[in-house]
């Protein structure tokens, strides 16, 4: 079955850089787009980035843009998120999930998520 | 931005009883391949989400047929027929017929 294991997540401070990996298993990795999907601490889910399925088209929420990047290798099955220039508004479990489709349709399966705490 | 108006806020509901959810989108989700990319996703305390419904009615591999989805356009409905305990968590509704994709702000559910 679709297993997503998100890992990277630390304790860091305003203006560092950390980097997310989403360790993907259970289907063809090369075949879907993928995402980031982020909720701080006691609020909703907020989306933070896709690429399709080659890795080619990458699209951001404004929050992150210029910040984040998203990536994928398909070779290590694995997705990645990252995050440049961190605020403390950062901070929140990130997931990454996985889409139905080639680039963005719906998310159908998510991983445990990985906790961004950002502070001084 | 789509704008995703989830209600009620929260709702406590008798186990057997049946339960409804609505979610306002602010501009139109029907896309001209003739889909409707509004999906819906169960929060359980302490776990991630999990896609309950896909475009509007698909109920997703797994989930029980309790739950059905239905609505058009800006206006979307989710039903439990009968809420079981393992229901309850926070319901999100999601269009992704635009960017940037946003998620309604939740309805949660608790059993009384």
Not at chain 1, 75 to 84: C, E, H, P, R, V
Request: hydrophobic content about 30%.
């Amino acid at each position: 079955q679709v297993q997503l294991v998100e890992s990277g997540g630390d304790v860091v401070q305003p203006g560092r850089s950390l980097r997310l990996s989403c360790a993907a298993s259970g289907f063809t990795f090369s075949s879907y787009g993928m995402h980031w999907v982020r909720q701080a601490p006691g609020k909703g889910l907020e989306w933070v980035a896709s690429l399709s399925y080659h890795g080619s088209n990458k699209y951001y929420a404004d929050s992150v843009k210029g910040r984040f990047t998203i990536s994928k290798d398909n070779s290590k099955n694995t997705l990645y998120l990252q995050m440049n220039s961190l605020r403390v508004e950062d901070t929140a479990v990130y997931y990454c999930a996985k889409d139905s489709s080639i680039a963005i349709r719906c998310f159908d399966n998510w991983g445990q998520g990985t906790l961004v705490t950002v502070s001084s | 931005d789509i704008v995703m108006t989830p209600t009620p806020l929260a709702l406590s509901v008798t186990p057997g009883q049946p339960a409804s959810i609505s979610c306002k989108s602010s501009q139109s989700l029907l896309h001209s391949d003739g889909k409707t990319y509004l999906h819906w996703y169960l929060q359980k305390p302490g776990q991630p989400p999990q896609l309950l419904i896909y475009e509007v009615s698909n109920r997703f591999s797994g989930v029980p047929d309790r739950f059905s989805g239905s609505g058009s356009g800006t206006d979307f409905t989710l039903k439990i027929s009968r809420v079981e305990a393992e229901d309850v968590g926070v319901y999100y509704c999601m269009q992704t017929i635009q960017l940037p994709l946003t998620f309604g702000g939740g309805t949660k559910v608790e059993i009384k």
